[in-house]
């Protein structure tokens, strides 16, 4: 019989994909099917908080935010264009949460310390969601429940300011066949299919740059595999390496015993995790035979769920979850986070992992007017709440606050840079990624809640020229570099160098 996936064409609009085997030439059609969807993207997803100056944005539409202000007001952004705002401002403190029920609302306090609500659009009547505030092509914002793009119910809606560019210049992108996978007989003219619509905790392959096929390592976890608690996975030719389940339910990448990478959530009942057919790596409490509620996820693969799905570790440094018949060749990246560095090469497949580059030493200048970098952060250093660190061979320091702050101290000259971020008092740590995007995020190395802000990714060289450094270029800026010295990002310093250190 046939089945069906769906996707998107080049004007936006959802098509569903019927896939006809012959039964005698065991050969495969294609045939098309267009429904009408006005999704352009997923704002916000159930459960998902909405803090004070730290909007949501789209990397596929680049301008596009979602605002908490700190007068409790909540404003969809277009650059410097408002296209839709909520009926309320006050002073006190805010957030703003889309609940289970369906009501996306303001409330006075915090997650933590939650008071009266403020301003709320209701809850649904008869649907049982899940919810999802999205924006659509009409020029509606709404809360829908079921699949955002063919939803059960629309809870609530109001109009936003006219979209105009934002829907005409979708991104777009060619299907990546898989070399395994039988030939199809496609339309002469089926045109190359745009991005479909994004959810903002869930990262997808164009949400950030797609790790290249040439960099995978191996894969850790297949469709429908679990982790188990205390029952870690090993893989041959790869001694020392282990992909295993916590007892306190963290997913953890361990190799001998070092941690590359681990997921977000812990906690104190019983708990397991597993590679949905829909593409979400999720950890659940109870087990295989008693799932219970999930506790950590990825996110589903909204655009396309037909896989299958891997989890697998790059050589970049990344773990990630792809689609496609061969996991080398992925046809798209679901999610991805970076991991310590590992790094084997094909002739010597147990090699340790790579240690960070030694910070080099300040050296006399050779003759005046020569100016030695100062290296502020390595590939893959971070520093967290409260904390400062010293700057090697000159007098002065790194500083994280816990409102967000970083800021570079020399001695005897004062602040000579910051991110210019305060917030509210919580746990933040800035980090240089191993793409050369220098950050800070709320929450903890562990427990990463949000970025709030970031600056110097590598985009032309999707994350391949590192390692990165931070560093004080020059006696007036500060800048991330790659391996070859080329500049990432630069800076100008608040102060001058000149002359302070002779």
Do not use: C
Request: charged share 20%; no cysteine; aromatic share 10%.
């Amino acid at each position: 019989g046939a089945y069906s996936f769906q996707s998107w064409s080049i004007g936006g609009e959802y098509k569903r994909t019927y896939i006809v085997p012959d039964e005698v030439t065991q050969r495969v059609s294609v045939a098309f099917e267009e429904l009408p969807t006005g999704l352009l993207v997923v704002l916000l997803e159930e459960g998902e908080d909405l803090l004070p100056e730290v909007p949501e944005t789209y990397p596929l539409f680049n301008s596009l935010s979602l605002e908490q202000r700190s007068n409790g007001r909540i404003l969809l952004m277009h650059g410097e264009r408002e296209l839709w705002r909520s009926g309320f401002d006050g002073d006190d403190e805010y957030f703003s949460r889309l609940q289970g029920d369906g009501n996306f609302l303001t409330r006075i306090g915090d997650p933590d310390n939650r008071g009266k609500s403020q301003w709320k659009t209701g809850a649904a009547m008869s649907s049982s969601g899940p919810f999802n505030l999205v924006l659509n092509k009409d020029n509606t914002i709404a809360v829908v429940s079921g699949d955002p793009a063919f939803p059960d119910e629309v809870v609530w809606e109001e109009e936003t300011a006219p979209l105009g560019t934002l829907v005409n210049n979708e991104p777009t992108q060619a299907p990546s066949p898989s070399p395994t996978t039988s030939p199809v007989t496609a339309p002469p003219t089926m045109p190359p299919s745009p991005a479909p619509a994004v959810s903002p905790t869930t990262p997808l392959p164009t949400t950030q740059p797609v790790v290249p096929s040439t960099g995978f390592l191996l894969f850790l976890l297949e469709e429908d595999g679990n982790l188990l608690p205390g029952v870690p996975r090993t893989y041959d030719g790869f001694e020392g390496l282990s992909f295993g389940q916590r007892l306190d339910g963290q997913i953890a990448l361990e190799y001998n015993e070092r941690e590359l990478w681990s997921s977000s959530f812990s906690g104190n009942e019983e708990y397991f995790s597993r590679l949905q057919k829909d593409g979400n790596f999720l950890t659940r409490r109870g087990d295989p035979q008693n799932r219970g509620k999930s506790q950590w996820r990825t996110g589903a693969d909204l655009s396309n769920p037909v896989g299958p799905y891997y989890v697998v570790l790059q050589r970049e440094g990344v773990i990630a979850v792809v689609r496609g018949q061969d996991p080398a060749d992925p046809a798209e990246t679901i999610w991805w986070e970076d991991t310590e560095p590992f790094v084997i090469d094909d002739d010597a497949p147990t090699k340790s992992p790579v240690p960070l580059t030694p910070q080099p030493t300040r050296s006399p200048m050779d003759s005046p007017g020569e100016f030695v970098p100062i290296v502020v952060l390595e590939h893959g250093g971070e520093l967290t709440s409260d904390n400062t660190r010293n700057l090697d061979g000159i007098d002065g320091y790194l500083e994280q606050r816990n409102n967000g702050y970083f800021g570079v101290f020399i001695n005897g000259v004062g602040t000579v840079w910051s991110n210019e971020y305060e917030s509210s008092q919580a746990d933040y740590y800035s980090r240089l990624q191993k793409d050369g995007n220098f950050l800070t995020r709320l929450g903890t190395p562990a427990n990463k809640i949000k970025t709030v802000w970031k600056k110097g990714r590598d985009i032309m060289g999707n994350g391949q020229n590192g390692p990165y450094t931070l560093l004080i270029n020059s006696e007036t800026t500060i800048a991330v570099q790659n391996k070859d010295g080329e500049l990432i990002w630069e800076d100008e310093l608040f102060i001058s160098l000149a002359g302070t250190l002779l």
